[in-house]
């Protein structure tokens, strides 16, 4: 079902400005802010005692000096993280961000989010639920809130804590596959979130005409991009959205 309440830009900065700033963090969106880019896409998932923070992998050691699964850890050891230095020196010290301190953040800012309820194995798609959609929509106006999942189960849930109207959902898709609207009415999802590489043409114009929001994840690429315009995409989920920038 379509949103009108959403105001989704064309740009939209994948983790935050991820090529210019350690993914998922405080200093990814300000980043982007800095660059003109009104919107980002981030990951939340829980911490070992329910705090929700942003977050993409099940584990920590890529985007962090620890090592370890983000499921054993507590709010008093996450703050002793560093989630920066990995990026780069100018970073260390960066903290994980909490959901509270990034939605605190974004509304500062006047952005908009992406937020990707993401569900990595083992890991429970209710309580993240409960924890982290109330908190985005008490935070922030349905025109700058979409929340998008791969897993059925959290959307179907965010669906029935929202209410019918309240909460734009989009369904997180690798191709779009024939089941792409029985997956959409399931949760009245009012967007498709395809990967660029895997959109077909034909596809992509049956999503749009039906009147869903189309968007497509991570393309860097503007030139190898520009064909899906034309088909009906109206927002690129990007690491780099300047290189999409006239
Ligand atoms: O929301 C689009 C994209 O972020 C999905 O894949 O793995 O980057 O979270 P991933
Ligand atoms: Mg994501």
Redesign the pocket.
Same mark, same amino acid.
């Given at each position: 079902m379509p949103d009108a309440a959403l105001a989704l830009p064309r740009l939209i900065a #994948?983790?935050g400005l991820s090529a210019r700033a350690p993914e998922n963090t405080l200093a990814a969106v300000r980043a982007a802010h800095a660059v003109g880019v009104t919107w980002v &896409?981030l *990951?939340v998932q829980l911490l070992g005692d329910g705090t929700p923070v942003i977050w #993409?992998d099940a584990g920590l050691r890529r985007c962090s000096d620890r090592r370890g699964r983000l499921a054993d850890l507590d709010l008093a050891a996450a703050r002793r993280l560093d989630a920066g230095g990995w990026f780069g020196e100018a970073f260390r010290g960066e903290p994980m961000a909490t959901l509270e301190a990034m939605l605190a953040l974004l509304d500062a800012l006047d952005m908009g989010v992406?937020l &990707?309820l993401?569900v990595n194995r083992g890991r429970d798609p209710r309580a993240l639920v409960e924890a982290a959609v109330p908190a985005v929509m008490a935070a922030l106006p349905p025109s700058r809130r979409l929340l998008?999942s791969?897993n059925d189960a959290a959307l179907a849930h965010a669906r029935t804590l929202a209410g019918p109207e309240a909460l734009s959902l989009g369904v997180?898709v690798e191709g779009v596959g024939r089941d792409w609207r029985r997956r959409c009415e399931a949760v009245t999802a009012c967007s498709v #979130?395809a *990967?660029w590489k895997r959109l077909k043409a034909a596809r992509a114009r049956e999503v749009s005409e039906a009147g869903y929001r189309l968007?497509c994840?991570?393309a860097n690429d503007p030139a190898a991009f520009a064909p899906r315009w034309e088909w009906g995409v109206e927002a690129v989920?990007s690491d780099d959205p300047t290189r999409f920038m006239p």
């Open positions: #994948h983790r &896409e *990951d #993409h992406n &990707e993401k998008s791969f997180l #979130h *990967d968007l994840y991570t989920i």
